[in-house]
């Protein structure tokens, strides 16, 4: 699949994280010692990243933005495409290039690969469980800073992306229905205010038919079983999208999809991903 992260600006992630690690504008930050007082300026290394799990593959191309932003003139071979699934053992990437700059941009690169491919073949194992129903969704449970990158991963995995923010969807949930005296208020006022998507949670079948009938474009029906989520489903009679949530993991998963809910999300995805097992050996040229 062709690397495309919409409105992530990839440039400055890579300075901003490699000045992180280098301390930059820190009292005698800005240099990696290790490297400087090791090896010569000139000496250059060949490297080769691969993998020792099996994985779904994700953030190659950020991997080489960190290498070509300390050696423009790094050598770089890409040799799987993100989204593939490989067997652990598989060679992901070859390098060659001025050895310091392989060495200082080595843990940022391997970082970022192994939380996004650990995410990204997470979400493949729930694809799968999931057995061809429903669609797999995200959500916001993301670490600070770095949504834009793990919704890319869920999306490199086989999910599809739920809202990035607070900003593109109004999403009303059992404290909003609190305050604004409930479902039926709470998706009006929305409505009123003139909010182009309004996803309103419920967790009684009662609430269904006041949400529909106040303009809710989209029903999230929290921490259901399959036998609610079932009757949910034939209460909505295909009026609006519906979605499963709460309760979901690997061993719960395939009947939560099969109930007919249009969607299923899965705060795990980028909440709980363990990170991918690759590594990065280097020899001198």
Not at 33 to 42: C, F, H, L, M, P
Not at 207 to 220: N, S
Not at 240 to 269: F, H, K, Q, W
Request: a negative charge.
């Amino acid at each position: 699949m062709t690397f495309a992260i919409p409105n992530f600006d990839l440039s400055a992630f890579v300075a901003a994280t490699l000045a992180e690690d280098l301390g930059t504008g820190l009292p005698g930050g800005g240099r990696d010692v290790t490297s400087e007082s090791v090896i010569a300026s000139d000496t250059r290394f060949a490297g080769v990243m691969d993998t020792r799990d099996a994985i779904t593959v994700a953030g190659l191309p950020i991997a080489a933005a960190f290498f070509r932003a300390l050696d423009p003139a790094m050598e770089i071979a890409i040799l799987v495409d993100e989204g593939a699934q490989v067997p652990g053992g598989t060679l992901l990437m070859r390098m060659a290039g001025n050895a310091r700059a392989l060495l200082t941009a080595e843990r940022s690169a391997l970082n970022t690969v192994q939380h996004l491919s650990g995410i990204a073949t997470l979400t493949r194992r729930y694809v799968d469980a999931m057995n061809g129903h429903a669609t797999l969704l995200d959500t916001r449970k993301t670490i600070p800073g770095l949504r834009h990158l793990e919704k890319y991963a869920t999306r490199t995995g086989g999910a599809q992306n739920h809202r990035m923010g607070l900003w593109d969807a109004a999403m009303i949930k059992d404290n909003h229905v609190l305050v604004a005296g409930g479902v039926g208020p709470a998706v009006a006022r929305a409505r009123d205010a003139g909010v182009a998507q309004i996803i309103c949670e419920v967790d009684r079948l009662d609430q269904i038919e006041p949400a529909i009938a106040a303009g809710a474009h989209h029903l999230l029906l929290d921490n259901m079983g399959p036998d609610l989520l079932r009757e949910a489903v034939a209460l909505v009679a295909g009026r609006v999208p519906t979605e499963a949530s709460g309760g979901v993991n690997l061993d719960t998963i395939g009947a939560i999809a099969a109930s007919g809910v249009t969607y299923v999300s899965v705060g795990r995805l980028t909440q709980s991903a363990p990170a991918a097992d690759i590594g990065l050996d280097f020899t001198p040229l």
